[in-house]
């Protein structure tokens, strides 16, 4: 019999403890200390969340702070006068910038126009050209005539040791001698070739037209107005088609682009 109760009582013991353990387990899981439930899993995200959102605010807050910095900076601080506590009239003072930009731009001196031997009635070429034909040339250079105006027939060029025509006359003169416009006119072209050397043409007006060849150191420019008397040039050493005849001064007269005598124009002083 003893040994009976004594199961019974290891029994009832047996069952007393394990009742104690299970109330133990019960309440620890009523606490929320043992696993970890799906609702305290859920606050946590929603935590997580919320301190995303704030984190993201701070940044975009930090961000339009430094825009505005940077903006500031780079606006032109205009600062007061004497570091006085006065104030600055800015917008008079940018409305007074431009008349003072504009008064120094008047002020600036003008550049002087190059000096040159053409005056203001030589580089007038807007007068109107009248030859008369009565009144005639005056002679260029006062040296003889060496070689005939001759389209007719041909004449001797020594140089050249042939016959030819000449639309010309060849009148001798010295190397520097002055050459002076035979009449009024305005000079239509300067150029060169190797026949008459530097070569200056002229409108006469009512269709004549003088032509002046072995020249140099011409002081006018094309378009410049001449007038009778006045040095066009000066005679220069002779080409190598008049090597023989020696310097001097090729002289054409045409009219309405045809060669004439210059001779029969000339006058008779």
Partial sequence: MRDFFRKKQ????????????????GIYAFS????????????TAQIKTEEKKVETAQNLEEE????????????????????????????????????????ETQEEPEEEPEETVETAANVNNSRE???????????????????NYSMDK????????????????IISGN??????????????????NEVTGCTVTMDLGDGYQAVYGQLKEVPYKVGAYVEAGNTIGFVNEPTKYYSLEG???????????????????????
Wanted: hydrophobic share 35%; proline share 6%; aromatic share 10%.
């Fill in 129 to 147: 050209l009248h030859f008369n034909a009565d009144t005639g040339l005056n002679w260029p250079v006062s040296g003889a005539v060496i070689l």
């Fill in 175 to 192: 190397v520097n001698e002055k050459v002076q416009a035979a009449a009024d006119g305005t000079i239509t072209d300067i150029s060169t």
């Fill in 64 to 103: 339009t702070e430094e825009k505005k910095e940077t903006k500031s900076a780079s606006t032109v601080i205009k600062p007061a006068r004497n570091n006085q506590e006065e104030k600055f009239d800015w917008e008079k003072e940018e409305e007074e910038l431009p008349q003072i930009a504009q008064n």
């Fill in 32 to 43: 929320g200390k043992g696993s970890t439930p799906e609702e305290p899993k859920e606050q």
């Fill in 247 to 269: 310097s001097n001064l090729y002289f054409e007269l045409l009219k309405d682009s045809t060669p004439v005598d210059p001779v029969e124009y000339f006058s008779a002083e």
């Fill in 10 to 25: 290891y029994t009832i013991a047996a069952a007393c403890v394990a009742a104690a353990v299970l109330g133990a387990a």
């Fill in 154 to 169: 041909t004449v001797y060029f020594s140089t050249l040791d042939q016959y030819k025509y000449n639309p010309a006359i």
